[in-house]
Structures are given as C-alpha cells and as structure tokens.
C-alpha cells in the first residue's frame, strides 16, 4: 500500500511515515496520540491513564474514560476519580451517600469513622 | 477519640515522613533495578515494564502500592515472590507469558484493588490462587486460554465490581458461577465460545449492570438473565439466537440498550420488549419472520426504533412513544398507514420508510422517506419538524416542496433532480467537477475552522476528542444548508420536462 512501510519501531505491525503505528503486534493496544493537530498511532501494552482498552481478536483499542473519571475499567466503571469527585460502586459522584463520608485523598466515598 | 488520634498520627508520618523522602528521592531499597519509580507522599509507584524479565524484581519496598511488571516474559510468579507487599493496590502483569497461578501458597495481598492478567497464557485459575486477594475490585482474566469460569476461585472476591474474562475458550456457564460477587458492576465474556448456560448461572450478581456476551456461539436466547434485576446493558450481538421469548425481558426493567444484531433472528415474542421504560435504543432489523409489530407496552423512552428488513404489514399507533426521535421501517410490508399513526411524535427527526410493496391508500397526513413507491403527492401537514425526508424512487411525484415547509429539514432525496432546485440556487449550471472542488474546499474549510475554534495548544492538558469535535462542526454546518440529492447538473436539469 503506497506510504505504508512495515519497517516500523516497537510494537508497529504496520505504519505510515505520515501517522505512525496504523496496526499492532498481537496483543498490544493502538492508541492514537495527539501531536499538535496531527495523532501519531502509536501501540502500548496497556492504555495511558484517562482511556480503558478494549481486547478484540483483531484489534484492542483505547476509549476515553469519562469526563470526571481519571482512570476506568470501561465507559460504565470507573476506578479512580477525578479531583473533586468521590468514588462510590464505580461511579464518581460530587457528594457521598449518606453513611459515608468524602476522602479527598483516596477521591472515594468511605465509611465514617466510629466514635 | 481514637479516630482522631489514629488520623494526627498518619498525617505526622506522611508529612514527617513523606518530606524527608522528597528530600532523598532516589533512598536505597525503595526501587529495585531495573525498575523506575516514583514517589507519591510515603509510597512506592514502581514501573518494571518491559524489562525483558524473567522473574519478579527482588527487594520491592514494602510501601509500594502501584507496581507495574507488564510487557516481560514472566511464566509464574510464587505466593513468596511478592512477600510484604500489604499496601499493594495495583499490580500489573499483563503481555506476559503467565501459564499458571500460585495455588499452595496465593499471593497475599490484601489491599489490592486492580490486577491485570489479561494477554496471558493461563489455562486456569486454581481454586485458592486468588485467595489473598480479598479487596480485589477489578480482575482483567482476558486474552488467556481459560475453558472454564474460574469458579471456585471467584468465591474469594466479595469485593469485585468488574471482571473480564473475554478472548478465552469457555464453552459452558454453570449455574452459581459467580454466586459470591454481589458488587459486581460490569461482567465481560465477549469473543467466547459459550454454547450453554445454567438457568441460573447468574444467580448472585445483584449489582450487575453491564452484561457482554457479544461473539459467542449461543443458540438460544439467554433466558438466565432474568434474575439481573439491575441490568442496565446487555449484549448478545453475533451468536446464534433464532427467536427472541415473551416477555424475554421481564426481569430487566432498568435496561438502556440492548445490542443483538448480527444474529439468525427469526421471531420475536409480541410481549418481548414490553416494560422497558428506560430503554432508549431498540433495533430489530433483519429478523425475517417478524410480521407483527412488537408491543410496546410499557416501553416509553424509546429515542431510536429500527424494524427494517423484516415483513411488518401493519403499525399501531406510537400514541406512548413521545421520545421517539428516528423511526427506520424499510423494506417491510406495510400496507395501510392510520391517520394517527405518528401523531404524538412531537420529537421525530427522521422516519425511513421504504416500503416494497406500493401503498394503495394514502391518508392525507401520510410521512416522510418513502422511497420505491408511486405517491403522486405527500401531504405535509405536520412535517414542520423533520430533519430526513427520503422521496427516492416514487417517479410519479413531480411536486417539489418549499423549504419553508421544513423549517429544521437536512437532507432530503427527492426522485428528480429538478425538486432539489428549492434548496439551493440553480441559476448556473455547474459542472460535476465544480460541485466536486466546491465540495473539498467546504472540507478544507471545516478543518481550518476546527483549528481556529480549538486552538491545540500541546502544553496545556485540554485535549479535546478530534472525532466529536468535526461530528459537532458537522452538524451545526448542515444547519446552514440543506442536502438534497440528486444534485441538479447540466443533464439534470431544473425545469421539470
């Protein structure tokens, strides 16, 4: 295919001078990293915090996360909150539930300490 | 009182602590080499990965809580190997080439959150390999060579919310297969080979809101899901499913979508989507048998409705279904259209409509997109609203139709070029090619103005979605101007002949 060069770095099965990794080696994600207005493909064992990965048998991709979630399990499930959102059963909420208090430290909802 | 002692103590450690360790950061012990790690207040993110390793990193500090060894060519790692390692949150061990767990000795780890052991070569999971594990939330298994559900070893994470077990080889679930996991949220067993299930081989997933079992061999419907009462999505796209039941969906009320094209779908119980009232999405396309329109009772959110492809000859009226936004019945066989069918679809963008078989009786506030059929005229009361109307096809309607009609209208297909003359100015003729450039500088156009809208500026973290951002750009550009097609040239003239 015209541009397409197989010599490519790391895990690249396939890429482009122009966009970088345009397929990967089994088992590696293709993620596509912002390089000004271009996005260089790029593959990654796992995906870069902010983005939760897909495994297909042809293809694993990186999806964005939520808005409030720094790190997810997929679009539903989140696994650590933003700043300023609290974790409660895979959610991230901006307040907690009655019988829990807000650790802004761990961004979850937790139980209240006994008195 | 004792809370808040425990509290002033914690913080004068981690300040105490954590400043002498900013101080220092590269103290002996905290980082094993190869590894490279960070400092977050007292504890230890170490980064192993890609090391080309053989075996766990000896001397990890205790005080890791992040530890990533992905991407090496680890074959087992021992219950001893990852001794101490109490504050343990996440660990990482997927892309390696991991054959079996630990099962006389676990790992002891019981502050861990996530564990990663997807793209592995594991076989299975014995009974008490995840026996240290008691506050696991997240469990990737994925992308391994498991022929069965981990079972018994799935017994010891009261604490998991989401799971994957996708691209493996299991053909089976049991019943009471994950009759501990009571939080869990998101169960992914896509890309299997799942043939049978237990009636109630979901017993126990109380909290359970996203179900996959997209890419397996299912040839019945999963009637098992009846007892997850929480579920909110459910995918069952690309098996082997013939026949949707009655009432299929009578345990779910809280379903949102529900994914299953791509299956042999050959009928569908009239009662099968009945009270679904938070289900927004429903496509029901290309199941031949379905000859009765399926009752909606109780069903009143729904935004999208696709029933094209089968063999509807009659619809009921959408009286309930206000929220309706897109309508799709082509190719059915519908052959009579009530005066109220689409009455209260106040929020109806589009309705597709082709329809084989020619519509004899046409009440005067008949719709939309009726390709392939031989209207002469469309009455168009109360089509203010319509963004699509598809008229392809019908040769003996020479009517052309204001744009003031259709004040939000989009894109229309007319069956002559002449009748998209109103939406555009057909004074010159041009020629294709003129169209053609015309058309790709608006492209260049709309890159450029992407830029000047969003200027990317790489040191700041804004990074907007490219995608959305032109699917946006896109659409508040088709308000401008209307797409009709076919676009009236030098051989399609704008005098109708």
Known sequence: ?115 | MLCVLTVLCWSWAVLGYGYGLQKDSSRAGLCPSPCQCEEDGIFVLADCSELGLTAVPANLSHLTTYLRISGNQLRYISGLALHGLHNLKVLMLQNNQLERLPNDIPWNLPNLLSLRLDANLLSEVPARSLGGLRSLRHLWLDDNSLTEIPVSALDSLPALQAMTLALNHITHIPDHAFSNLSSLVVLHLHNNQIQTMGERCFQGLLSLETLDLNYNNLPEFPTAIRTLAKLQELGFHNNNIRAIPERAFMGNRQLQTIHFYENPIQSVGRSAFQFLPKLHTLSLNGATQIRDFPDLKGTTSLETLELSHNQIEDLPSFYHCSALQEIGLQYNNIRRIERNTFQQLSSLRSLVFIIILYITEIPPSLYRDLSENSLTSLPVGGLGGLTHLKLKGNMELYEDFSPELFTRMRVVEMPYAYQCCVYGSCDSYKSISQLETEQSSEEEELDQRTVALYPIHTDTLYDPDLEDLQMELQESKLQTNIQCSPVPGPFRPCDSL
Do not use: W
């Open chain 1, 1 to 115: 295919i015209p541009g397409v060069s197989s010599g490519c770095q790391g895990g690249c099965l396939t890429c482009s001078d122009y966009n970088g990794c345009l397929s990967c080696k089994p088992r590696l994600f293709i993620f596509l990293e912002r390089n000004g207005m271009r996005q260089i493909g790029v593959c990654l064992p796992s995906c870069p915090s902010g983005f939760y990965g897909t495994r297909s048998p042809d293809r694993n991709t990186c999806t964005k996360c939520r808005p409030e979630c720094d790190s997810c399990f997929n679009k539903n499930l989140c696994m650590r909150c933003r700043a300023g959102y609290y974790l409660h059963l895979g959610k991230c909420q901006e307040s907690c539930p009655e019988s829990l208090v807000c650790s802004d430290t761990q961004r979850e909802c937790v139980p209240k300490c006994p008195v």
